[in-house]
């Protein structure tokens, strides 16, 4: 029998890797997107001072490379221990992608339109966090390898024809992009501005998360847990929602 | 009382004028004015039949204005004194000249025209059989204070009077100075209108000071200095440059301004680039017939096209600094840039201005920019970056368009491997040889800009609209 945390109560959502693979990874980013802005926009006034700053192109190069085989190690011990969680553990693969979270994204859009009353019911991920997963870890893949090509060229050139380093060059420098909004709009929105978690989910950093989250956010999750049919949640869930509403109405 | 003044008034002019009038008739005509009756009309036909035609004209205001203004014709042209008038026939004009002249030597002894050192060295010349002639200095009838010396005709003729025969000095080496200069070759300069002593300075009609000079590269290095009082700013520039550096470190053959312009026969610069190129020839030779066989120097040569550099297009004329410095090769871009990135020139040869932008914004170009910003903030310098001349070559610049391909690849191979020893046949392919990615020259490179260029906005767009209706909601449900 599990242990049934009860309201009020908060449960553990992260392991310490988890917590450390995020630290690892959120600084690495940050310093690759402040060398590569500088190097990408280098005709910008304010690039050039950073540079000089910083002690010189080649200090940013450098700084550059360090920090991405920072995010290339973590990258592949982050395959690796998914690899051998799923293969050998046989653990639930939590991240993978179904149908059903086309199904949610689509409820969700009814919810937010009104059409639908209540939000998808989603399990440990739901879809938003799937689509930011898969897009941080498929950029950060062809980043490393779009990267290590610049980084190596004239090792990438004796097994790839030589044109590979120009369009590597424009894959590396548009994905960083990518990732560079992805994460200044999507994630910066998910993680501090959203009014669900408002002034910032800390979960990430603490590695628990409280059960009244759990009601709203992953009831599916949550019913697997607590051992109980999910409809007790859900009905929690609505619950508590009415009554914000009412409050919502007295406040009026 | 009134009637008595006026009676008064007209005697003393009554008076007066008998007086003058009588004056005027006992002065007899002086006999210099009775010269003038005739020499005085101008002009006189000749007085001899078959020999040139002399003009015994004399100007009565030139004579006026004179030294010897004062001076009696037959004082000076003793034969014609008391009335005579003899007859004089002379073979030639010079040989008229020449007697003539010897008049001034009755009242102006040797050791008085000695005291000038100018006339010194004249009084030589006339023992070893060169007579020299007063009156091609000092003028005849005209002949002038020598306190005004410098308008006695003009300060040019005056020095040309001895330098445009072949005077010549011995250097203290035993070479031999020539002094002599020639009328036309200053006419045709771009100095016409300058006097000798305007470059010469220290020397006029009075003053001809003794210099002493080892050779003649000593006088020649010297003398340039002059130029340096009015091309002041040209001359400061020449101090940055490597040929002065190197005739500083004591290198005679270090080019001064003469050795470039010419010193009398001084040429207006810029009115025809071949020449200029041939006077870097004169020293880099090899290097000039590199360029005469590359397609700039071909183009000037053979074709006469002014559009393409010469050696100051890209070297500067004045300031020119040593070439194998790592400042003068960063700048190497902009030196191309000049002609290559300017439409009017680049669209008469069908040539893309896009060539240094390309560079520019390339990994060298980037990398080359953020060095010489390194360098202005005082940073350590970088490593040498390829620029434009490390692919292309520099006096050797080929057309890449009439080369063959695989040979244009080999030499990029081996250019390649100078910076990335490890390099190998497909990395010169990296280059995108100035072309902007497009569908026929690099379309993999241009698909996937394409394909971001429509992901990305979609996506933003995308995530604000989940963002705002997110908050639309949470707003409603409140």
């Known amino acids: 029998m599990k242990q049934q945390p009860r309201r009020g109560e908060s449960i553990r959502r992260f392991s310490p890797l988890r917590l ?36 010189g192109i080649d200090t940013i190069r450098l700084i550059h490379h360090a920090a991405g085989a920072v995010v290339i190690l973590l990258t592949l011990q982050h395959i690796l221990v998914a690899f051998f969680l799923v293969v050998v553990r046989k653990a639930q693969p939590g991240m993978l992608i179904s149908r059903k979270d086309f199904a949610d994204t689509l409820d969700n859009l009814r919810y937010y339109f009104g059409v639908r009353q209540s939000p998808a019911v989603c399990d440990r991920y739901d879809y938003k966090q799937k689509f930011e997963y898969w897009a941080i870890l498929t950029g950060q893949i062809l980043m490393t390898v779009s ?13 790839l024809p030589g044109e590979f380093i120009p369009v590597a060059k424009a894959l590396h420098t548009n994905e960083a992009l990518l990732i560079f909004l992805l994460i200044a709009v999507w994630h910066i929105y998910n993680a501090i501005f959203s009014p669900d978690v ?54 009026h | 009382m009134e009637r008595r003044k006026q009676w008064m008034g007209w005697l003393t002019t009554g008076l007066v004028l008998i007086l003058a009038a009588v004056a005027q008739a006992a002065t007899p005509m002086s006999e210099s004015e009775k010269c003038l009756v005739c020499h005085g009309r101008a002009p006189i036909e000749p007085t001899a039949v078959g020999v040139e035609p002399a003009a015994p004209y004399v100007d009565r205001t030139a004579l006026a204005a004179s030294a010897h203004s004062e001076t009696a014709c037959f004082e000076c042209h003793r034969d014609f004194a008391s009335g005579k008038h003899p007859r004089q026939r002379f073979r030639d004009a010079q040989q008229r ?65 001895c330098h445009e025969h072949p005077v010549s000095t011995v250097l203290q080496s035993g070479e031999t100075l020539m002094l002599q200069t020639d009328l036309k070759v200053l006419d045709g300069s771009e100095h016409h209108m300058l006097s000798c002593s305007d470059c010469h300075f220290g ?157 520019l914004s390339d990994f060298h170009g980037v990398t080359l920019n953020f060095y010489r910003k390194q360098k202005e903030a005082l940073l350590k310098p970088g490593r040498p970056i390829a620029v434009c001349t490390d692919c292309h070559g520099t006096h050797d610049i080929a057309s890449d368009a009439e080369s063959d391909p695989r040979v244009v690849k080999e030499r990029l191979l081996l250019r390649c491997q100078k910076c990335h020893p490890e390099a190998t046949e497909n990395f ?34 995308g995530l604000i609209l989940q963002i705002l209706l997110h908050i639309w909601r949470y707003a409603v449900n409140r």
């Not at chain 2, 000038?116 to 060295?121: D, E, T, W």
């Not at chain 2, 497009?438 to 971001?452: D, Q």
């Open chain 1, 147 to 159: 990267g290590l090509i610049l980084w190596f060229p004239t090792w990438a050139a004796r097994f």
């Open chain 2, 97 to 161: 000249k020449l007697r003539y002249a010897r008049l001034c030597r009755q009242c102006h002894s040797d050791a008085e025209i000695t005291l000038k050192p100018v006339h010194a060295r004249l009084l030589e010349q006339a023992q070893e059989g060169v007579a020299p002639v007063c009156t091609d200095c000092h003028g005849a009838h005209n002949v002038a204070p020598i306190s005004g010396g410098k308008i006695l005709q003009s300060e040019r003729r005056y020095c040309l009077g």
């Open chain 1, 20 to 55: 450390t693979e995020h630290w690892v990874n959120a600084g690495a980013i940050v310093v690759l997107v402040l060398t590569g802005l500088a190097q990408k926009f280098h005709t910008l006034e304010a690039s050039q001072w950073f540079v000089l700053r910083v002690g």
């Open chain 2, 428 to 461: 010169p392919d990296a280059w995108l040889s100035h072309y902007e990615p497009t569908l026929e020259k690099a379309p993999v490179v241009y698909l996937v800009n394409l394909s971001y260029r429509i992901f990305l906005p979609i996506m933003v767009v």
């Open chain 1, 198 to 251: 408002f002034p910032l989910d800390t979960s990430i950093f603490t590695g628990r998360i409280s059960r009244e989250r759990m009601v709203h956010e992953h009831p599916l999750e949550l019913a697997r847990m607590e051992g109980i049919p999910v409809e007790e949640v859900l009905k929690e869930r609505r619950e508590e929602m009415h009554l914000l509403d009412a409050q919502g109405f007295l406040q």
């Open chain 2, 203 to 359: 020397f006029s009609a009075q003053e001809h000071p003794q210099r002493n000079f080892r050779t003649r590269r000593d006088y020649a290095i010297a003398s340039s200095d002059s130029c340096k009082r009015c091309h002041f700013d040209k001359h400061t520039r020449t101090l940055e440059s490597i040929h002065y550096a190197i005739l500083n470190q004591g290198n005679q053959l270090a080019p001064v301004c003469t050795d470039c312009h010419g010193a009398h026969g001084i040429a207006a610069v810029g009115k025809d680039r071949a020449f200029s190129a041939k006077r870097c020839k004169q020293c880099h030779s090899a290097v000039y017939e590199t360029y005469a066989r590359s397609i700039h120097g071909n183009a000037l040569i053979n074709e006469h096209n002014q559009d393409v550099p010469v050696c100051i297009d890209c070297h500067r004329a004045h300031d020119i600094v040593n070439p194998l410095t790592l400042e003068f090769h960063d700048g190497i871009p902009d030196t191309c840039a000049n002609c290559h990135s300017n439409k009017r020139i680049m669209g008469k040869y069908g040539l893309s201005t896009d060539v240094v932008k390309t560079y």
